[in-house]
């Protein structure tokens, strides 16, 4: 199952309420992606606890959160052995094929490709940020 569509880089758990918020309110798929370095920064556990939080206050939504792991190796191993389902990986092709040989062996899923994003980083009211990407359109699970 790849991750594909309309996706919202959050940086904090406030960031994935609102994102939870608008795709409850829409009825849609929610994709999610953490922050190019939040791994280093913030660590695989915190990030997934983070995406837990939210996705409790609304389990009636069908999300998926991608670990933006940039071009780390251990640290993207050890995201995946504690639940992270949904990796973005960046590191050179020796390791990105290491990496995928261990997420299959997981049932890890390596996403792939350029993609459309909405950075919440980059906006000052995310409720109405959430709510307007996701209306335009609807992300989808392969």
């Not at 409850?24 to 915190?46: E, S, W």
Request: glycine share 4%; net charge neutral.
């Amino acid at each position: 199952m790849a991750a594909a569509g309309r996706v919202i880089i959050a940086h904090t758990l406030v960031h994935m309420r609102e994102a939870f918020a608008a795709a409850h309110t829409l009825h849609t798929l929610l994709v999610l992606q953490t922050a190019t370095g939040a791994l280093r920064f913030a660590g695989a556990q915190y990030l997934l606890t983070m995406f837990q939080k939210a996705q409790a206050e609304f389990p009636a939504v069908r999300a998926v959160l991608i670990l933006n792991c940039d071009d780390a190796g251990a640290e993207t191993v050890s995201a995946m052995r504690i639940g992270h389902t949904h990796i973005r990986s960046s590191a050179p092709e020796i390791l990105k094929a290491k990496l995928a040989d261990i997420a299959q062996q997981l049932g890890v899923v390596m996403v792939e490709g350029v993609f459309e994003a909405l950075d919440l980083r980059y906006t000052y009211k995310p409720a109405e940020a959430c709510e307007k990407w996701l209306k335009e359109k609807a992300a989808v699970l392969e």
